[in-house]
């Protein structure tokens, strides 16, 4: 593993020393790298509703109704 040195606000510093005096994490370097994790699993998210909105512009026109949409869109989120 990489070792890194990084500055956080003193607002941010007191939350992460929150987060693992409460034994919800073990280090500090635990809770950032659990962090980086969630935003790239939402940059992925992110990354296939652009997908799926370009080829939806791209494709034309929908019989589906607004509920099916929100529907399927919920469901590929969940994935």
């Known amino acids: 593993m990489r070792r890194q040195s990084i500055s956080f606000t003193e607002p941010n ?5 929150s ?5 919800e994490y073990s ?3 635990e ?3 659990d962090l980086i994790r969630q ?4 940059q992925k998210q992110i990354d296939l509703i652009r997908l799926k909105l370009d ?3 791209k494709s034309g026109f929908t019989t589906e ?3 099916e949409i ?6 590929m989120l969940d994935e």
């Open 65 to 67: 109704s607004k509920s």
């Open 70 to 75: 929100l529907k399927q869109s919920k469901s």
């Open 19 to 23: 987060q693992v005096d409460s034994k």
């Open 27 to 29: 280090s500090k370097s």
């Open 31 to 33: 809770l950032v790298n």
């Open 39 to 42: 935003a790239r699993s939402q």
């Open 55 to 57: 080829k939806a512009e």
């Open 13 to 17: 510093d007191e939350w992460l020393k």
